[in-house]
């Protein structure tokens, strides 16, 4: 025990320090000349489209095989093995790009912007997962995607984090795929790329801040599994609704589930559900009144979430790099801050209106102002349908894997006596043939 | 690890002060532009930094990769030795299930509540906080909002409206150069000039130029000191249209300032605007003046414009020009 704590703090440390050591500033270039020749410049070619080919043809075989693995063979080494390859793939050797998760916000700007054209690659990356889950269930998740990769490889002493905490941090994934949607939408910035918790750690090199967030991350994971997943990823929200109409899914057991409750406590992530009660007499009378009630609330809360969300424009819309330069050139104009900013000298520098840059801000405010009404209601409805899903009263009379919140990394499967009957089972079919 | 941290600690101590001390021998050879040795100087501690900078990232580069290596190493160990030493599950009695899932059931209803809560109530702190409006700027009411301000500096030749009467009333009135009575300062301007100096607040502006370099200077008021001084780039390279009076020099103009920024024009046509922490906002190139004693006229201000007296030529020529510019975009 003592030992393990020692090996936690040992690999803590290295983490966050790997994150400071790589941080240091890059170099300003020379300010005099030294005598040196410099080298000239080169351009580095462009990457060959047929690799990119090569990844959506990697990332197709890596879907298959973790379905097959996790839903057929059913085996936690074999997935583990591929997590690690998908790791090194797409991970350290691709750097985390094209991700899935981020390729998202193209397919909103191409919507959003007739001038934006998405790259086949791109579009294949967010939509193979999709149809995957829809039919086997999140192994994208389990085995392929890198982020869940890094954080599942660092997991070592997992604690369990209560549900209500759990449906609490888990808004904020709804917020953070609302947010990215709008600003992907209204053409201001890739934040689900900017904000790439582990992409620092896959190029060797980044953001300071970002390290240091990738790091925490790290760290926190060593304990709580896979925090990006399950309470940031907004690739994660989508999957976990699709993951619900799933054709085929992961069961803890085989066959059937003798309730010995072995499983129960296997999961790291929390997604194990168990066996439900009735419930009590006494609370049923009280419980449908609330459901009513939250059915109610449900529109008031859209509305007022909408209302909130276009109100935030002028916060929202300084994503936008022209609002900001206007709010720039504005505040500096009316002599409100002092001295002037490289962006606000090269705006002058071109001798153009003032005028028509506040216009041009005002109208991408407006725009803001109707996705926030969108981005509003949706969090909104977000809220509204999650306090129904708690008050309604499921059944359940088996252990069964959560639709939604699993991940599909098969740890629970060794947890079961069933599974381990299959196992002996396979074996002597084997040893008889 | 400890050679990563040693190595960490020695670039963020170290090489502060060297930046440092290269960035007072940098404000230092602003004065002393001719001093070869200084400037030696500045380009071999220049170059040791550089030298150092790349030794220590790629020290950390190395290191970092090492490190990430063992980590990797480390954890499928441990993960390999967990295995092992896996304890199998001992599942506890439980007492009252269904109070427990009503419970649940409540705390989390209660968490989403909560967190909704605190994102309406932060949205709508923000909402009252955060909005700028673009309304048109009122340049007269701003001016004459100003005026006050600009009457208690000396933003122009002749100070303000161009009267040379000043707010001040306990202003010295005599001056010794010999005693250094009512002398508080005295600074060497790089190039020479036979403009007045401008003052705002704290900060006096002066112009120079010779026949290749042309210059805006910002002096502390207070000190002396330079604070910082703007080239000016000769736009026209044809120096001989541009030849004057020796009387006149070539920076005889008197710059002029808004509080903002500070503009500057000179006898070679260009016309200058830099911002008071020194970056040039803007410039431009009216051409070489034809004035047989070289190009003396001021600038003056008025709202957002900068006023120029493009006086050239004889009067039958029709050469001369008043001419307004955009104080911002010029």
Partial sequence: MIRLRYIIIIIACSLILSCVAEAVERFPPPDFES????????????????????????????????????????????????????????????????????????????????????????????????????????????????????????????????????????????????????????????????????????????????????????????????????????????????????????????????????????????????????????????????????????????????????????????????????????????????????????????????????????????????????????????????????????????????????????????????????LTKAKEAVSQS | MTLLIVNFFQTSVTLPKWEEQLQTLKDEIRGKPDDQQLLSQIRQLDLQIRKFRVHRLDFSYKGTFLLFSGVAVLLIGVKWAAIYKKKMPMPQLRSDLQDEQTRKAMFARLTVTIGAVVLGLGALSLLMICDLRFTIFDFQSSFDNRKSEISKNWPRFRGPSGSGVSAYTNIPTSWNGKTGEGILWKTKVPLPGNNSPVVWDDRVFLSGADKSNQQIYCFDAFSGKLLWSGDVTRISQDAKQAEVFEYTGFAASTVTTDGRRVYAIFPTGDVVCFDFEGRKIWQKNLGIPNSAYGYASSLEIYQNLLLIQYDQGEAEDGLSKFIALDGFSG
């Fill in chain 1, 35 to 422: 005598g040196c020749t410099q080298p000239r410049p080169t351009t580095p070619p462009p990457r060959q489209s047929i690799y990119e080919y090569i990844d959506a043809v990697v990332l197709l075989a890596a879907l298959s095989l973790s379905s097959y693995l996790v839903l057929k063979k059913r085996s936690r080494r074999a997935i583990f093995v591929l997590m690690v390859f998908s790791l090194l793939y797409f991970g350290f050797w691709r750097r985390g790009c094209v991700c899935p998760i981020g390729a998202g916000q193209n397919i909103v700007l191409s919507i959003f912007d007739r001038d934006y054209a998405v790259p086949i690659v791109v579009a294949v990356f967010f939509l193979l997962p999709l149809v995957f889950t829809l039919f086997f269930g999140r192994t994208f998740c389990a085995v392929v995607c890198p982020l869940g990769a890094i954080q599942d490889f660092v997991l070592l002493k997992p604690v369990s984090v209560p549900n209500w905490l759990e449906s609490g941090l888990r808004l904020f994934a709804y917020l953070y795929l609302g947010m990215a949607v709008l600003f992907a939408a209204t053409g201001s910035a890739f934040i689900i790329c900017r904000y790439d918790p582990f992409v620092s750690f896959f190029r060797l090199s980044g953001n300071f801040n970002i390290l240091v967030l990738g790091g925490c991350f790290l760290v926190i994971g060593l304990f709580i599994g896979r925090p990006y997943c399950r309470f940031v990823c907004p690739y994660g929200v989508i999957l976990r609704q699709l993951s619900r109409l799933s054709r085929w899914r992961v069961t803890i057991t085989p066959d059937e589930c003798v309730k010995c409750r072995l499983c129960e406590d296997s999961c790291p992530f929390g997604a194990i559900r168990q066996p439900t009660v009735d419930w009590p007499v006494h609370d049923y009378k009280k419980s449908k009144m609330r459901l009513a009630f939250l059915i109610i609330l449900l529109p008031v809360l859209i509305f007022l979430g909408g209302w909130l969300g276009t109100g935030l424009k002028s916060v929202t819309s300084r994503m936008h790099a022209t609002v900001r330069l206007a709010e720039r050139v504005y505040l500096e104009g009316t002599g409100k801050v002092e001295g002037t900013t490289d962006a606000s000298t090269a705006f002058r520098a071109t001798g153009a209106d003032a005028k028509e840059l506040y216009k041009e801000a005002m109208d991408i405010r407006a725009r803001f102002g109707f996705g926030g009404w969108l981005f509003g209601g949706f969090i909104g409805l977000v809220v509204g349908l999650k306090l129904i899903g708690l008050s309604v009263q499921r059944q359940r009379t088996d252990y069964e894997a959560d639709r939604a919140s699993c991940l599909a990394c098969g740890r629970c499967f060794q947890y079961c006596p069933r599974e381990h009957v299959r």
